[in-house]
């Protein structure tokens, strides 16, 4: 309650019992749930499941489930409902606006167990997962038989595809492959009454009414627990390149993005966008020597993926000589094999732990008309400096003002990494982003998705209509109001 003033806890939700905490260990065995702390799993801690990435937000479960299968979790929910015990699905829990840990002493329903690949088919190219399979396991599994999932990011180690999808990432190849609402072909759903919702088709089309898999495709686990995916994955590129590149200003860097977007077309898989300020972050932190020599005030990251290594190749260099002799880039590198490849993008991928280093971060993942994305980072650091807060000393609380993020997808992730986190670089910042925002028609929410920190701001870029017709929604799929309370919904 200090840390959310404006929120009560919801005093229809039950506390938690005893008896409450026998029936989940009788329906889910020894080992399966962490209670208080101390349980039947004797290493059990929930101060991992309390707690966010970024450790902003605490919640103060008391109980953590973990169930094995879809008619575990079908019953636990049931169960869940008919006593009015609030819950909180849980993947990888590296989301980035609070959404997956409680808020009070929510239930804490854990996807981790169910982690099997249920099916592939090598020519089709669909994929049947749990829920809880880690992303980087089932790139894995896909690269020994050729294929990609559509979908990378740089959490890829520790998210789930059920979290991926009920976030709707987007991540670093969202320009080649697409969003999750076309390349997700069905969905294995537990809705809160414990009904099972089962459309894990691998079908490529199917108009046969509503889409209702795409509710919970973005839905932030509000409406039910995605349990199956069936996925489309494309053919893994034999031949994949990476260039790094340094610019002089945000005009060169558009100038460059339409530059590849006409010369590399087909094959352009990623086009990235760090500035000079998260790079030397990067440096700061990693102590890692840098791509290009000297300071530039921006640099992108592209990468081509095709079938023709040398086609690919000479493609991009003839784009790389083309940008730098018209001066729109001013220096770049290409990397000759597979470990030059991940460090070029470790300065890409490793900007978000970075940027966590020194204590707090406010992030601001949005989607805006790419020719005014960077003027919001301009503005914003303008903004802090004038009011005294950023600096090197530790009466300063903001230590850097960052903008990075997916240029070809118009998404910038604005980030304003801080000593600790403080009310008054808070007050600063909300809601003069959002309204910024707004006024240019962009979103407060790219792919991140809205929690708990957007949740009073979706009026910025949602109409009253709209809302309602949210609210309509989850009081259909959730009467009893017990998926992810108090979260944006
Ligand atoms: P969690 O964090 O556990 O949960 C996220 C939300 O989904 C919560 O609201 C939770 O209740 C709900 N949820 C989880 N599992 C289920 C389920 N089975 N059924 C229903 N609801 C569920 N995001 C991007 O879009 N693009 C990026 O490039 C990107 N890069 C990142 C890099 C780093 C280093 C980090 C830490 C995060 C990044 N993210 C990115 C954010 C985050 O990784 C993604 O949102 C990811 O998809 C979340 O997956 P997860 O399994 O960790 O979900
Ligand atoms: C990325 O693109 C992620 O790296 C995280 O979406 C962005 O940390 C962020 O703000
Ligand atoms: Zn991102």
Same mark, same amino acid.
């Given at each position: 309650? #200090? &840390?959310? $003033?404006?929120?009560?806890?919801?005093? %229809?939700f039950s506390?938690l019992n005893?008896r409450h905490v026998q029936y989940f260990k009788d329906l889910l065995g020894g080992g399966s749930a962490v209670i208080?702390?101390?349980s039947v799993?004797?290493?059990?801690?929930?101060?991992?499941f309390?707690?966010?990435?970024? %450790? &902003?937000?605490?919640?103060?479960t008391k109980l953590v489930i973990k169930p094995a299968s879809t008619e575990e979790i079908s019953q636990a929910l049931k169960y869940c409902n008919d006593n009015m015990l609030a819950v909180v699905p849980q993947g990888?829990?590296?989301?980035?606006?609070?959404?997956?840990?409680p808020?009070?002493d929510e239930i804490v329903l854990s996807t981790s167990r169910i982690?099997?690949?249920?099916?592939?088919?090598?020519?089709?190219?669909?994929?049947?997962?749990d829920a809880g399979?880690?992303?980087?396991?089932?790139?894995?599994?896909?690269?020994? &038989?050729?294929? =990609?999932?559509?979908?990378?990011?740089? +959490? &890829?180690?520790? !998210?789930?595809?059920g979290?991926?999808?009920?976030?709707?990432?987007?991540?670093?190849?969202?320009?080649?492959?697409?969003?999750? @609402?076309?390349?997700?072909?069905?969905?294995e759903v537990v809705l809160p009454d414990g009904t099972i919702m089962?459309?894990?088709?691998?079908?490529?089309?199917?108009?046969?009414?509503?889409?209702?898999?795409?509710?919970?495709?973005?839905?932030?686990g509000?409406?039910g627990i995605i349990t199956g995916?069936?996925?489309?994955? $494309?053919?893994?590129?034999?031949?994949?390149?990476?260039?790094?590149?340094?610019?002089?200003?945000?005009?060169?860097?558009?100038?460059?993005?339409?530059?590849?977007?006409?010369?590399?077309?087909?094959?352009?898989?990623?086009?990235?966008?760090? /500035?000079?300020?998260?790079?030397?972050?990067?440096?700061?932190?990693?102590?890692?020597?840098?791509?290009? #020599?000297? /300071? @530039?005030?921006?640099? !992108?990251?592209?990468?081509?993926?095709?079938?023709?290594?040398?086609?690919?190749?000479?493609?991009?260099?003839?784009?790389?000589?083309?940008?730098?002799?018209?001066?729109?880039?001013? /220096?770049?590198?290409?990397?000759?094999?597979?470990?030059?490849?991940?460090?070029?993008?470790?300065?890409?991928?490793? =900007?978000?732990?970075?940027?966590?280093?020194?204590?707090?971060?406010?992030?601001?993942?949005?989607?805006?008309?790419?020719?005014?994305?960077?003027?919001?980072?301009?503005?914003?650091? +303008?903004?802090?400096?004038?009011?005294?807060?950023? *600096?090197?000393?530790?009466? @300063?609380?903001?230590?850097?003002?960052?903008?990075?993020?997916?240029?070809?997808?118009?998404?910038?992730?604005?980030?304003?990494?801080?000593? %600790?986190?403080?009310?008054?670089? #808070? #007050?600063?910042?909300?809601?003069?982003?959002?309204?910024?925002?707004?006024?240019?028609?962009?979103? =407060?929410?790219?792919?991140?998705?809205?929690?708990?920190?957007?949740?009073?701001?979706?009026?910025?870029?949602?109409?009253?209509?709209?809302? %309602?017709?949210?609210?309509?929604?989850?009081?259909?799929?959730d009467?009893r *109001?017990i998926m992810n309370?108090?979260?944006?919904?």
């Amino acid at each position: 309650s #200090e &840390k959310y $003033p404006n929120m009560k806890r919801d005093t %229809r939700f039950s506390q938690l019992n005893s008896r409450h905490v026998q029936y989940f260990k009788d329906l889910l065995g020894g080992g399966s749930a962490v209670i208080d702390g101390v349980s039947v799993d004797a290493s059990a801690d929930l101060e991992p499941f309390n707690s966010d990435w970024m %450790r &902003k937000y605490k919640g103060h479960t008391k109980l953590v489930i973990k169930p094995a299968s879809t008619e575990e979790i079908s019953q636990a929910l049931k169960y869940c409902n008919d006593n009015m015990l609030a819950v909180v699905p849980q993947g990888g829990n590296t989301g980035l606006v609070g959404g997956s840990v409680p808020v009070y002493d929510e239930i804490v329903l854990s996807t981790s167990r169910i982690n099997t690949i249920r099916s592939f088919d090598p020519v089709a190219g669909t994929l049947v997962v749990d829920a809880g399979c880690i992303l980087e396991s089932v790139d894995q599994f896909l690269a020994d &038989k050729g294929y =990609i999932f559509p979908l990378d990011l740089g +959490a &890829k180690g520790s !998210c789930q595809i059920g979290g991926n999808v009920a976030t709707n990432a987007g991540g670093l190849r969202l320009l080649r492959y697409g969003s999750l @609402h076309g390349n997700v072909l069905g969905l294995e759903v537990v809705l809160p009454d414990g009904t099972i919702m089962d459309d894990l088709t691998t079908l490529r089309k199917n108009n046969t009414g509503y889409d209702l898999k795409q509710l919970f495709i973005g839905g932030e686990g509000t409406l039910g627990i995605i349990t199956g995916v069936s996925i489309l994955c $494309p053919q893994r590129s034999q031949a994949v390149n990476v260039a790094f590149f340094a610019l002089e200003s945000f005009e060169k860097v558009q100038h460059a993005y339409r530059e590849a977007k006409q010369q590399l077309s087909e094959i352009l898989s990623a086009f990235e966008l760090m /500035d000079g300020r998260s790079q030397d972050l990067v440096h700061n932190v990693t102590n890692k020597k840098r791509p290009l #020599e000297g /300071d @530039h005030p921006f640099y !992108c990251l592209i990468e081509t993926s095709g079938s023709n290594a040398e086609h690919d190749k000479e493609k991009l260099h003839q784009f790389l000589e083309h940008v730098m002799s018209e001066e729109i880039v001013s /220096d770049g590198t290409l990397a000759d094999n597979a470990s030059q490849m991940q460090s070029l993008w470790s300065w890409r991928e490793g =900007i978000t732990e970075c940027l966590g280093h020194w204590g707090g971060v406010y992030k601001y993942d949005v989607s805006i008309p790419l020719s005014d994305l960077y003027e919001l980072v301009e503005d914003t650091r +303008a903004r802090l400096s004038s009011a005294g807060l950023v *600096g090197d000393t530790n009466e @300063h609380p903001v230590v850097a003002v960052v903008g990075y993020g997916h240029m070809g997808d118009s998404n910038l992730h604005l980030n304003v990494a801080t000593r %600790r986190f403080d009310k008054a670089v #808070e #007050e600063k910042l909300e809601p003069f982003v959002y309204e910024w925002i707004a006024k240019r028609n962009g979103s =407060i929410s790219a792919e991140h998705g809205l929690g708990l920190q957007k949740k009073p701001y979706i009026g910025y870029s949602r109409s009253e209509t709209m809302i %309602r017709l949210m609210k309509q929604i989850k009081e259909l799929f959730d009467p009893r *109001g017990i998926m992810n309370p108090y979260k944006y919904i």
